[in-house]
């Protein structure tokens, strides 16, 4: 049965045996979802002025400063009816090879900027995750209270 995230304006599901993680940084509002297995789905929100390119250009560069051989293409998507930019990211840590995809879209009210990643074998299994959670929250992104958002 899946749980479903919904604070401070946001809405989401996730699989009930993953771990929710609501620390503030000092980057921007964010919350995250882990795997059991160590894949991870991050949300990072912000004002619908803040250009949603520039956000996911931001966190890739974060990603390829710390892993400097990494692989990147850019990505243009359609999930749940909404167009999302961003970039597809392959790299090695520890020996293994990973997958990252950052995904990001506006609305009239925040501008919403995804990252998924996971060491390539559990991102294969868990990709239809990824998509499930980032659909259920595009699906309610016109019901954000960026005010309270802005409290993670």
Known sequence: MPREFSKYGIRFAYPDNWIL???PVD????VAVASPNGGFWWLSIYPAAIEVEDVAKS????LTEEYDNA????AVEVI???QTVGYDIDFVCLDLINTAQIRGFQNE????????QAEDREFREIAPIFRAITTS???S?????????SEI
């Not at 009210?109 to 998924?116: E, G, P, R, S």
Request: a negative charge; zero cysteines; glycine letters at 6%.
């Open 80 to 82: 749940a009816d909404q």
């Open 59 to 62: 966190v890739l560069d974060g």
């Open 71 to 74: 692989d990147v293409d850019p």
């Open 109 to 116: 009210i925040a501008t919403f900027v995804m990252l998924w």
């Open 137 to 139: 929250l595009v699906q």
């Open 21 to 23: 993680d609501e620390q």
């Open 141 to 149: 992104s016109d019901q954000i209270d960026l005010e309270a958002a």
């Open 27 to 30: 980057s921007g509002n964010t």
